[in-house]
């Protein structure tokens, strides 16, 4: 499958995480100190625990591989969606999950969530027009329309019907604790409320709603970025499983592995980066890209084994990470802004960092142009520096 892929690559606490589970899949905040939200989707859970009862538990049940970087196995580390498929493991022939499956064995789970986070909960969700045409027709495989629509709508009622046949709504009521625990986790990572605000003013781009999404049955180390428009509002996600090894079968020891405080950090600050950045870097002129490209050569090496195989995925992280530099400083937040600067750089080989920060701190000082005039005279810069001998 497609999907597969991506495997490679406090009492109040208490009421929100289940609250959570029953809000409007839209949700807004329209305080003026506006920050992260932190909540769970259904939908998302549904569909991560049919991609372990129907496809991926198979495939780790005979696996007795170790994961390449860290001394762990693969049914290990992806603990708590193999010990749900142990126990569900009767309806992977289920029609309904075998039916879905089918449906969706050419996409992708980012493009699902992108979808489903539009929906209303599972056993009750629909496909209605407010959905836009793009967040389906990838159902078909021709992008015909009616046909997109059609299977979607077939994939969305089967989900509909395991979720009633299976009783989710008992498998979260059981497993309530732990969902506790993840949502307490997350929570210790959040950035303070300045930070979006922050982020907004130095775009100058604004976004309704930024929601970090935690998922026990999102295999581990996996995370998403999906965002939707409705309305002219745009809300922006970040859906992720957990980030380490999970243990759950002492209640009085739960950690649903979402404890990384540095993934925490990333998820908050970094990953809602690119929904300011990625779409101004994606206009820059394929010829400038083209002119510039020979800048990747030093530090491909470094930048793939990062997960950044090409030049224009290297110049978002670029831009993105040089975007929080410039946040963390206009937030008084000096030596964060340093730490920032040198483990970029140093560590992280992001070596044209500083030469883009000149042009975005000259564009904070002034604001006589935009942020994309700005980027685009960071581009320009680069040119330069690619022309050199």
Avoid at 151 to 172: D, T
Avoid at 192 to 213: C, G, N, W
Avoid at 317 to 336: C, P, Q, S, W
């Amino acid at each position: 499958m497609q999907i597969r892929r991506f495997i490679l690559s406090i009492a109040l606490c208490s009421i929100l995480s289940f609250q959570a589970f029953c809000q409007s899949p839209i949700a807004t905040d329209t305080s003026a100190n506006r920050s992260v939200q932190v909540r769970f989707y259904k939908n998302v859970e549904l569909l991560g625990f049919v991609y372990f009862v129907g496809f991926e538990g198979r495939q780790l049940e005979n696996d007795e591989s170790f994961l390449k970087s860290k001394p762990i196995r693969m049914k290990d580390w992806y603990g708590y969606g193999f010990h749900l498929y142990q126990q569900y493991k009767p309806y992977r022939e289920n029609q309904h999950v075998v039916k879905a499956l089918q449906l969706v064995d050419h996409l992708w789970l980012d493009y699902l969530i992108g979808l489903l986070l539009q929906l209303d909960d599972f056993p009750r969700a629909v496909l209605t027009d407010q959905v836009p045409q793009s967040s389906y027709l990838r159902f078909s495989k021709q992008q015909n329309p009616a046909e997109a629509r059609q299977k979607a709508e077939q994939f969305i009622e089967a989900m509909n019907r395991f979720c009633e046949e299976v009783n989710f709504e008992e498998y979260l009521h059981n497993n309530r604790s732990k969902y506790d625990n993840a949502l307490a986790q997350v929570k210790t990572g959040l950035p303070d409320k300045r930070f979006i605000p922050a982020m907004e003013s130095f775009y100058a781009q604004h976004f309704q709603a930024f929601t970090l999404v935690p998922s026990l049955t999102i295999p581990t180390s996996m995370g998403f970025g999906p965002r939707f428009t409705r309305d002219g509002q745009t809300f922006i996600f970040n859906v992720f499983g957990p980030f380490d090894v999970q243990s759950f079968t002492d209640e009085s020891k739960l950690d649903m592995g979402f404890g990384n405080r540095q993934q925490l950090v990333e998820l908050s600050t970094h990953e809602f980066g690119h929904s300011f950045v990625n779409h101004v870097v994606e206009q820059t002129p394929a010829e400038l890209i083209r002119e510039t490209e020979k800048l990747f050569l030093p530090i491909q090496e470094r930048m793939t084994a990062q997960g950044y195989p090409a030049w224009k995925v290297c110049l978002y992280e670029h831009f993105v990470r040089a975007g929080e530099i410039v946040i963390a400083r206009n937030l008084g937040k000096k030596t964060d802004a340093q730490h920032l600067l040198d483990h970029y750089v140093t560590n992280r080989k992001f070596i044209y960092i500083p030469v883009i920060l000149e042009e975005l701190e000259a564009y904070n000082r002034n604001r006589t142009i935009s942020y994309p005039e700005a980027v685009g005279k960071a581009m320009q810069r680069l040119k330069s520096l690619a022309l050199k001998p």
